[in-house]
Every structure is written in C-alpha cells, then in structure tokens.
C-alpha cells in the first residue's frame, strides 16, 4: 500500500509561483507512477501532469505545459510539482496520486491510492 500526504499550498499572487510537494510512504513508491490531479469547487477533478517510475517520462495537461514541472526523488519517496506564471484558472485542490498502470497516466481512473489534497488559491 501506499499513503501519499500533500503540502505546499497555498495562496498566490497571478504570475507567482508555487511549488508542491508529496511525501509517500511503502517500499514500492519507486515502482508507483506518481500524478497530480486538480479539482475547482462544483467541478470535475482532472489531470495535471505524470511522471513514470521506470524512465521518468512526463506529461503535462495542455492547460500547465510550460508553467508547470513535474519531478520525483524515488530515494527520498517525494514527488513535486513546480508551477510557474500561476493563473486563477489554477486555483483547485491539488492532489497526489499513484498508479501501478503501464499506460493510460491521464484517466483518474487508473490511480488508486491519492494524498488529502492540498488547496492552491491564486488570486488576480
């Protein structure tokens, strides 16, 4: 199993940045895929970015690619979300999640273990 805790929200002015962070726990995170989802208030929550356990690979949502950057430290079982040139359409919960899947990163779906969300409010 594994237990995912989310931190470093926050608010933020438009054009600020903020970064991310989630701290897993379980001898297997490095073999987890590991994503952030975001979820607005009335609203569906949706994908952000991934990073593979095996190469690492990422992928962003059209909405963040170039704004924000996904990375993972398997050593220390924590994978981060920078985001850059914050928007309000930004604002969500944001949410860690882990995925023993080999394809298909951006369906919620797939993830079945996720942290408590963490609020990101940015103002304009």
């Known amino acids: 199993q594994v237990q995912l805790v989310e931190s470093g929200g926050g608010s933020v002015q438009a054009g600020g940045s903020l970064r991310l962070s989630c701290a897993a726990s379980?001898?297997?995170?490095?073999?987890?895929?590991m994503a952030w989802f975001r979820q607005a208030p009335g609203k569906e929550r949706e994908f952000v970015a991934y990073i593979t356990w095996r190469s690492g690979s990422t992928y962003y949502a059209d909405s963040v690619k170039g704004r924000f950057t996904i990375s993972r430290d398997n050593g220390k079982n924590m994978v981060n979300l920078q985001m850059d040139s914050l928007k309000s359409e930004d604002t969500a919960v944001y949410y860690c999640?882990?995925?023993?899947?080999?394809?298909?990163?951006?369906?919620?779906?797939?993830?079945?273990?996720w942290g408590q969300g963490t609020q990101v409010t940015v103002s304009s």
């Open positions: 999640a882990a995925s023993v899947a080999t394809w298909d990163f951006t369906n919620l779906g797939i993830y079945d273990y």
């Open positions: 379980g001898r297997t995170f490095s073999r987890y895929t």
